[in-house]
């Protein structure tokens, strides 16, 4: 039997489909303000004088239009919603603000605090997680979003969190990959949440990138990712590696004394500021000298990974400072940091992408806004080295 193919929904379907689920989520948080409020369910019985009493039509404007609603009643008159009082027609003002706050790394006890505060809202942490949750097919849709053919360089990173799972915290790492296109714009390619890291997940993660469009990746910026240059090699076989130099020093100087780690720093600095590959070579061999009677293992791990942290020597100037410095990474993930710092346990993997996710929306505001300073210069270099590709 042929398998049948699901047909792609067009814009205007998505965006039916997308109020429909803002008019449900609306109607289930007025149902849940009245049960909350009689101090019974829907179906249950009740010794109370006061019960439900039908429903009004409304109509409210949302960013994606219209859409109607019915706001229930009660029998004496007395309910008065919170998450749409009965004389506001508009919801994006409340909405935004929840969000913003949700964005900042506020819990949803803490907005509920800080409303009733501020507004005078008696909204609980449950209606404030139904207003936060209409992020979901937006962060969906903006995670499977078609992709540029060709990014200059991609960069990987992983950043670690406790998030509660079937009854137990477990640690996980989210990878974040930012692209920079040929145009010179950075951009947010998404961010894959993972227990563990090996080539098969690597393979998935690019695979995916794939399927969203991206047919070549000259260069990829990669911390030591297990896994992740076989992976790298298979998908994208023209793709250079360079290794990120950085987490190459952090990890040298982890178990380096304090009072040794200014002085050997400023000697793996000579390694990897050198001007060629034969000076850099010749600074590993001083550094050696120098310090592999007690730390043997960092001249070891810069030998062992010698070919893909010196990768960016193969290109100019202006090249190299992308590759070896990480400041685009850095950018990213502090501000990734403060806005879940507030946050200990994340409830779910759903949790922690909404507030990356408005992370998200926030850097690609701020990226469209100019390229990578000499940008010219870069690609007209790189249209020479990469001939036929870019």
Known sequence: MKELKKKALEPNQIKEKLK????????????????EFLGYSKYERSENDNYRN???PKTVKTDLGEVEINTPRDRNGEFEPQIIPKRQTMI???????????????????????????YGMDISPSLISKITDRLQPKIEEWLNRPLDRVYVVIYIDSVFYKIRQEGKVVQKAVNVVIGINKDG???LLGFWVSETESASFWLKVLNDLKSRGVEDVLIFSVDGLAGISKAINNV???????????HQVRNSLKYVPWKERKQIANDLKQ???ASTIEQARLKLEEFEERWSDKYPHIGRSWRANWDELMTYFEYPVE???????????????????????????FPSDESLLKSLYIVAMELEKKWAKKPITGWGRIYGQLSILFEGRI
């Open 319 to 345: 090249i190299r400072k992308l590759l070896y410095t990480t400041n685009i990474i850095e950018s990213v993930n502090s501000k990734i940091r403060k806005a879940t710092d507030g946050k200990r346990v």
């Open 185 to 187: 714009y950075k951009e």
């Open 271 to 273: 390694i990897y500021q």
């Open 236 to 246: 994208y076989p023209q793709a250079d590696i360079q290794r990120c130099i950085v």
């Open 92 to 118: 994006d003002d409340l909405e935004k603000k929840i969000i913003a706050l949700y964005a900042k790394g506020m819990s949803t006890r803490d907005i509920q605090e800080l409303l009733s505060d501020m």
């Open 54 to 56: 039908g429903y009004t």
């Open 20 to 35: 429909q689920l803002i008019q449900q989520t609306l109607q289930e948080a007025l149902e849940a303000e009245l049960e």
